[in-house]
């Protein structure tokens, strides 16, 4: 039996990358899967199918967190399956990499919106739910660059510093209704985000990591499975860097 059997969590961005690893992580673990993505297209099907083969339930809905009535709406129909929201993992995000000079509003407000407001917007929605279901597990995907920054992305780096100060914050407001909030920072991981980066880029970034090499999706899933865990029952407002020494 899994530490997460008959759990309902609920991941945003979940079609690909950190997102399915999680899912599948969590439901390795027992736990029922809703995931929302802003595109439910081939790679949504396969996490949705991956997720089946652990033999939990799972539901995909197409949402873009940016949009405050869009975040209600997911919470609502996940409801509605579900009856409840144990978990909710903040995983959706994007970067617009540039430098301050060349940085674009639009750049700056695209970022913004899907890091940051996209985490408050599933933060309330499903923090409604979970007050009145007297009890949840909130955990925030950040990144090592909200902690210490990083040039060439000011957005992404406002963002991301963003998420822990909402993370540390709903973790004082929430705690007395039985509700723990964590982010996880991670440092470099494999996915589409970071195939992005040409060889110097990555040749920079490693240099950088005292453990030499990338991360794999699994290994931030597998600290989203323990946060989300009895295990971690007496763990609230941390971040988590999950980044090979990055930040040390
Ligand atoms: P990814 O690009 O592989 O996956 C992100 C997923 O989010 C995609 O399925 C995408 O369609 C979805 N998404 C994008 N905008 C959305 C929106 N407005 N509404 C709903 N879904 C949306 O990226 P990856 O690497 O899996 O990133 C996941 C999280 O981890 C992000 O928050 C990212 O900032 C964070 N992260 C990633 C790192 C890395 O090295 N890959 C390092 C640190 C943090």
């Not at 890091?115 to 933060?123: D, H, M, S």
């Not at 950040?142 to 540390?168: C, D, E, L, M, R």
């Not at 899933?221 to 990055?246: E, H, K, M, N, W």
């Amino acid at each position: 039996m899994g530490v997460l059997e008959n759990k309902i969590a609920l991941v945003t961005g979940g079609a690909q990358g950190i997102g399915r690893a999680i899912s599948l992580a969590l439901a390795a673990e027992g736990a029922n899967i809703a995931f929302s993505d802003i595109v439910l297209g081939v790679a949504a099907e396969e996490t949705k199918e991956l997720v089946r083969a652990k033999g939990v339930r799972v539901l995909a809905l197409q949402s873009d967190v940016s949009q405050f009535g869009s975040a209600q709406k997911v919470v609502d129909d996940v409801v509605a399956e579900f009856q409840r929201i144990d978990i909710l993992v903040n995983n959706a995000g994007i970067t617009r990499d540039n430098l301050l000079m060349r940085m674009t509003e639009e750049e700056w407000d695209m970022v913004l919106d899907t890091n940051l407001k996209g985490t408050f917007n599933f933060c309330r929605a499903a923090g409604k739910q979970m007050i009145s279901q007297r009890g949840g597990n909130i955990i925030n995907i950040a990144s090592v660059v909200g902690v210490i920054g990083n040039a060439g992305q000011v957005n992404y780096a406002a963002s991301k510093a963003g998420v822990i100060g909402i993370t540390k914050t709903l973790a004082k407001e929430l705690a007395s209704r039985n509700i723990q909030v964590n982010a996880i920072a991670p440092g470099f991981v494999e996915t589409g985000m970071t195939k992005k980066l040409n060889d110097k880029q990555r040749e920079a970034l490693l240099a950088a990591v005292p453990m030499k090499r990338t991360a794999e999706p699994e290994e931030i899933a597998a600290v989203a499975v323990f946060l989300a865990s009895p295990s971690a029952r007496y763990i609230t407002g941390q971040v988590l860097c999950v980044d090979g020494g990055l930040v040390i």
